[in-house]
């Protein structure tokens, strides 16, 4: 079965730095990974995937993630962070050969400060 | 276009009774999920629909959980009995296939809390 580890509950950057989210995965094969980010009170959006290709990965809103096959990672990045950055960030993960279930991460709390 | 959307937006009930969730997708969407969020609990999928198959409902809780979606679109997610346990967030999401490789849309949730 697949997993995901977010080992981190919660990230805090000064704003204009630059901010790394982790996430790792344990997957039979190669993994399909998403990160997805949660604002207050409203449900997640997309925010970039890794399909097969080049490791690095770029998303919205100016962040990328890097595929890291040896290291079964997938962290977040992004290289200056706004205080707009702020929210909950969820790495999940897709088994190759059809699981159509995503298995979520527990989420990061991301907090700039000014 | 029209994103994911959820009613209500909110729903305080007391415990014992039913309750009724609702989740439009997007339009031409033929996948459907339903989550639970907990605090510091991440998702916990609870069912998912494909187009007309039969759903997974392999995430369920409980008997008294139970969800429906007709004629492939809207979709009902039913809690009968609520427990205080209950209380969460409760996510629908929808993808345009069932694809691995395909994004979900998530619609902002219905947060139910159990009195």
């Known amino acids: 079965a697949q997993s995901v580890a977010q080992p981190e509950d919660q990230v805090n950057v000064a704003e204009g730095n630059p901010l790394t989210v982790k996430c790792t995965y344990s997957v039979s094969g190669n993994p399909y990974l998403f990160w997805y980010v949660q604002y207050p009170n409203r449900g997640l959006q997309f925010l970039l995937k890794?399909?097969?290709?080049?490791?690095l990965v770029k998303g919205s809103y100016g962040f990328e993630a890097e595929f890291n096959k040896s290291q079964t990672s997938f962290h977040l990045k992004k290289p200056s962070a706004l205080v707009s950055d702020s929210a909950l960030y969820f790495c999940a993960v897709r088994p190759p050969g059809g699981s159509y279930i995503p298995t979520f991460g527990r989420g990061t709390s991301l907090i700039v400060h000014p | 276009g029209a994103g994911v959307s959820q009613s209500p937006s909110n729903k305080v009930t007391e415990k014992g009774k039913d309750v009724e969730l609702r989740c439009d997708p997007i339009s031409g969407h033929t996948a459907l999920y339903w989550y639970r969020q907990s605090l510091g609990q991440g998702l916990e999928f609870l069912i998912y629909f494909q187009g007309n198959s039969a759903p997974d409902k392999s995430g369920l809780p409980s008997d008294r959980f139970s969800a429906e979606r007709t004629g492939g679109s809207v979709s009902t997610l039913t809690i009968q009995r609520t427990q205080q346990e209950d209380s969460a967030v409760y996510l629908c999401a929808s993808s345009l296939a069932s694809g691995v490789t395909d994004t979900q849309y998530f619609g902002p949730g219905t947060r139910l809390t159990v009195l």
């Open positions: 890794y399909i097969t290709g080049d490791n």
